[in-house]
């Protein structure tokens, strides 16, 4: 991962950025920032609803997404009354709804791509059987103008002359 060197004007203390999965803060920090015992954050852990971070010497480091997690535990058993086992049944469920919304999302991207593909190949074979395609009996429908650069029909009117035979005229016009 490459950095980016912050320009700086001179006396000017650069942002800290904080990668919120990272493990940075150890239990007792965690346990204050989260407003509760250390001992219940171990509790959470054995129990599957947290897990922290392992340094080299294989202390617990917290990340700042695991105090909002044990935040919303807090929240959740002070504040609406659940127990521990309702708590892993609602952080359950949110995961699930989570997998679900992206797969949701995937499937969207996959059913708009596929109806591009299906407008563009709808629309390729129009394309191909609009010269090939005579509509018939165009010119003889009465009431029905021809197609737009479609040549005008010549009607012909049969008139019978008092000889016997039949002459054919062009109309004028």
């Known amino acids: 991962m490459k950095r980016r060197k912050n320009k700086k004007k001179k006396g000017e203390v ?21 407003e509760m015992h ?5 509790m959470y852990e054995a129990r599957g609803l947290i897990t922290p971070k392992r340094s080299p010497k294989n202390t617990r480091l917290y990340s700042v997404e695991d105090v ?9 058993t002070a504040e609406e009354g659940l127990n521990l086992a309702g708590v892993e049944t609602v952080l359950d469920l949110e995961r699930q709804l989570e997998r679900a919304r992206g797969e949701l999302g ?9 109806e591009r593909q299906m407008l563009d190949e709808i629309e390729r074979v129009r394309r191909s059987f609009r010269a ?4 018939y009996g165009a010119y003889d429908a009465p009431g ?6 479609q ?8 008139e019978r002359p008092t000889d016997g035979r039949a002459s054919r005229r062009r109309p004028n016009g």
């Open 14 to 34: 650069p942002a800290a950025q904080v990668d919120e999965q990272r493990g940075v803060f150890m239990i007792s920090v965690a346990a204050e920032l989260a």
């Open 38 to 42: 250390p001992q219940t954050l171990r």
């Open 68 to 76: 909002e997690r044990l935040r919303r535990i807090q929240q959740m």
């Open 106 to 114: 995937r499937m969207r991207e996959r059913a708009l791509k596929l």
């Open 132 to 135: 090939e395609i005579v509509p």
């Open 144 to 149: 029905i103008p021809p197609a737009k650069g």
């Open 151 to 158: 040549a005008q029909p010549i009607k012909i009117r049969v």
